[in-house]
């Protein structure tokens, strides 16, 4: 199986290249062409997660076998099998989601899908900087599609914005990746950190802007504040299906630079080490206190789905400002069951909204702003025996639930394993109870910042599941099981997570340590021999 | 020939930066492609200039790479150009849709005067 690695990326592209020309005028082939598709997917991405957890060294896939620093390889190692994971998963997730309603809103639906999981696991699995690039503008191109399924006015007027934003933060990755090439005469990442420690001391400034400003573009992919405020509008206005898939598309900016700052500034890269990480520590705190701030503020369920999308990057991003292995670990943990659960939101959200009025969230806030008195009161002598809760009702509120308890960190569900990992990683960075806690600003700010956001986090979702799950029992929703099935997956999920805690955290603990190790890394790429 | 090249990507990009920030599609969609060009020549000069050199080795030759001008950035430009293009037609295509919707085209949909 030396091909593995090609194939999470030439399956979709393929998939989606037959889709085109098909003739067929009710979807069905389309349809089950997307669904094998991300089926086969899931298989690839956990074979290679099993073979990169198991021979635990970096593979390369060496593209038309030309050696490496001349042509381009495809690098597999835990982390990026974890990201290929999670792309398989939620991509057949919410395709499986379309099925009912959603892919018949818009020509070209499928296809555009295969296309954006084609970029998104290229942009995983790429170990160049260029190729980087290319992957970025597939999977941009596919998302701007998927952004505007369905069409509408809300969602040109988000589109619009979302691309155009998104064409600038190209033009500034350009100008990154070129100042790189200038100054090192590489692009290809392994080379380019065995590279940078030799550096002269005059070309350092130059390699340095060139990083801020490829940093730049993938900050903005990843939504930091001030960068991201074209999120909330966009996902809130895009189909529930291509929302859940973007809420993983936001995790891309976080992964590159997860991945570039280790690589190139990780411990090894002499004058250069730890670039940047003050400034994501300091910008990742102020995402997660924005983001917190709109969850509270929001009176939309999507709206309220943006913002967890922006707690959970600003987290991460802040997490990997600390540079710890210990707290990396937590990060990749709280990343995994994040995305899994605002995917498993976003779809849960169309489903409660389903044969509601249109701004009753709205009046439902208002109301409670203001009060609404003696209605209330008249009804509940009337009920006195109480409501029953119908089936529907109580699944979407368990899913409900479920996905508020991953999202805040509260136990027992699988994101508390991550914050927990990543507060004791600050709190100490040895292990707790070993030697004395030692705690800079940065990581007070870092563990107030985390607690707070959870607190935020629960307050928001208990108000928004009151409103729209008990108080409104007489307007019950038709949820097909096709529809409830994927969420209940990505909750399933999460859960399974949490039941295998054990192996869950070695397979990420192990994926930050070779991360903040990149020797193994960089040794394994330039040693490929074919 | 420095000179000429870095004053024509600060005009382009200067302009172009201008023009993003105004309210109308049009303008910034112009202001897009004017900084595509300042960055394709940017990203052009960063192979340094070596004048009438080639890139390409001649067959059987080993080649100093000090008399060869350096392919890669050619390359990269290209499929700069490629990618650039097919985005600003399909932002073009949405800001037509945006325009038949809105009936306006201001980047928000609605804005003072027309």
């Given at each position: 199986m030396q091909h593995l690695a090609i194939l999470p990326i030439?399956?979709?592209?393929?998939?989606?290249?037959?889709?085109?020309?098909?003739?067929?005028?009710?979807?069905?082939?389309?349809?089950?062409?997307?669904?094998?598709?991300?089926?086969?997917?899931?298989?690839?991405?956990?074979?290679?997660?099993?073979?990169?957890?198991?021979?635990?060294?970096?593979?390369?896939?060496?593209?038309?076998?030309?050696?490496?620093?001349?042509?381009?390889?495809?690098?597999?190692?835990?982390?990026?099998?974890?990201?290929?994971?999670?792309?398989?998963?939620?991509?057949?997730?919410?395709?499986?989601?379309?099925?009912?309603?959603?892919?018949?809103?818009?020509?070209?639906?499928?296809?555009?899908?295969?296309?954006?999981?084609?970029?998104?696991?290229?942009?995983?699995?790429?170990?160049?900087?260029?190729?980087?690039f290319v992957f970025f503008e597939v999977l941009l191109a596919a998302s701007y599609g998927l952004a505007l399924h369905g069409s509408g006015i809300a969602r040109v007027k988000a589109g619009l914005h979302y691309i155009s934003i998104n064409l600038a933060a190209s033009l500034l990755f350009l100008i990154g990746v070129s100042m790189i090439y200038g100054v090192t005469g590489t692009l290809n990442m392994a080379d380019l950190a065995s590279r940078i420690p030799a550096l002269p001391a005059e070309n350092r400034?130059?390699?340095?802007?060139g990083a801020a400003i490829l940093g730049m573009a993938f900050l903005t992919k990843a939504a930091m504040w001030p960068l991201g405020f074209w999120l909330g509008p966009t996902y809130a206005a895009a189909s529930p299906p291509a929302a859940a898939i973007f809420s993983l598309m936001s995790k891309v900016g976080v992964y590159a630079i997860l991945r570039l700052s280790l690589l190139l500034f990780g411990e090894d890269a002499g004058a250069s080490a730890g670039f940047g990480g003050t400034w994501l520590l300091a910008g990742g705190i102020m995402t997660i206190g924005f983001g917190a701030v709109s969850v509270l503020a929001t009176q939309d369920l999507s709206r309220l789905a943006g913002g967890c999308v922006l707690i959970s990057s600003g987290t991460l991003l802040a997490a990997i400002g600390a540079g710890q292995v210990a707290v990396t670990?937590?990060?990749?943990?709280?990343?995994?069951?994040?995305?899994l659960a605002i995917g498993a939101l976003f779809l849960l959200i169309e489903l409660l909204e389903r044969g509601r009025e249109v701004g009753a969230d709205v009046l439902a806030v208002t109301l409670e702003a203001f009060g609404d008195g003696e209605g209330e009161e008249e009804e509940e002598e009337t009920n006195e025996v109480g409501t029953v809760?119908?089936?529907?009702?109580?699944?979407?509120?368990?899913?409900?639930?479920?996905?508020?308890?991953?999202?805040?960190?509260?136990?027992?569900?699988?994101?508390?394993?991550?914050?927990?990992?990543m507060l004791s990683g600050i709190l100490n960075p040895v292990g707790l109870g070993e030697g004395p806690p030692s705690l800079s600003l940065g990581g007070w700010a870092l563990l107030v910042a985390l607690v707070l956001s959870g607190f935020a986090t629960v307050l928001a979702m208990a108000r928004a599941g009151i409103r729209s799950l008990w108080a409104?029992?007489?307007?019950?929703?038709?949820?097909?099981?096709?529809?409830?099935?994927?969420?209940?997956?990505?909750i399933g999920l999460c859960v399974a997570m949490t039941a295998a805690a054990g192996p869950t955290t070695r397979y990420m603990q192990a994926a930050a340590e070779s991360l903040h190790t990149p020797r193994e890394y960089v040794r394994g790429v330039m040693e490929a021999r074919p | 020939m420095e000179l000429i090249l870095a004053i024509s990507i600060g005009v382009l990009g200067g302009s172009g930066v201008w023009l993003l920030?105004?309210?109308?599609?049009?303008?910034?969609?112009?202001?897009?492609?004017?900084?595509?060009?300042?960055?394709?020549?940017?990203?052009?000069?960063?192979?340094?200039?070596?004048v009438?050199?080639?890139?390409?080795?001649?067959?059987?030759?080993?080649?100093?790479?000090?008399?060869?001008?350096?392919?890669?950035?050619?390359?990269?430009?290209?499929?700069?150009?490629?990618?650039?293009?097919?985005?600003?037609?399909?932002?073009?295509?949405?800001?037509?849709?945006?325009?038949?919707?809105?009936?306006?085209?201001?980047?928000?949909?609605r804005g003072p005067g027309r």
């Open positions: 030439a399956v979709p592209l393929l998939a989606g290249a037959i889709m085109i020309p098909m003739e067929d005028q009710r979807g069905r082939l389309r349809a089950a062409l997307g669904i094998a598709s991300a089926l086969a997917l899931v298989a690839f991405a956990v074979m290679l997660a099993w073979q990169a957890h198991l021979g635990g060294a970096v593979s390369i896939y060496r593209l038309g076998n030309w050696p490496v620093t001349f042509g381009i390889v495809l690098v597999v190692d835990r982390l990026a099998a974890l990201m290929l994971v999670l792309t398989a998963v939620l991509g057949l997730s919410a395709l499986l989601f379309s099925l009912t309603r959603w892919q018949r809103m818009g020509p070209h639906f499928h296809a555009l899908f295969q296309f954006q999981l084609m970029g998104l696991n290229g942009a995983f699995l790429t170990g160049d900087l260029f190729n980087l400034p130059l390699l340095e802007a670990g937590g990060a990749l943990i709280y990343l995994a069951s994040s995305a809760i119908p089936a529907t009702m109580a699944v979407l509120g368990i899913s409900f639930m479920c996905c508020a308890l991953v999202l805040a960190g509260l136990p027992p569900l699988s994101g508390f394993i991550g914050k927990f990992a409104n029992t007489r307007s019950v929703p038709l949820v097909g099981v096709v529809e409830i099935a994927p969420v209940l997956m990505l | 920030m105004r309210p109308r599609t049009f303008q910034l969609i112009i202001g897009l492609s004017l900084l595509s060009y300042a960055v394709n020549l940017f990203i052009f000069s960063m192979g340094r200039f070596p009438g050199r080639p890139p390409i080795l001649d067959p059987g030759t080993s080649g100093d790479p000090a008399v060869f001008a350096d392919p890669l950035p050619q390359a990269l430009v290209l499929t700069a150009i490629v990618i650039g293009f097919a985005t600003t037609a399909l932002f073009l295509v949405v800001m037509l849709a945006s325009r038949g919707l809105t009936g306006g085209d201001h980047v928000d949909g």
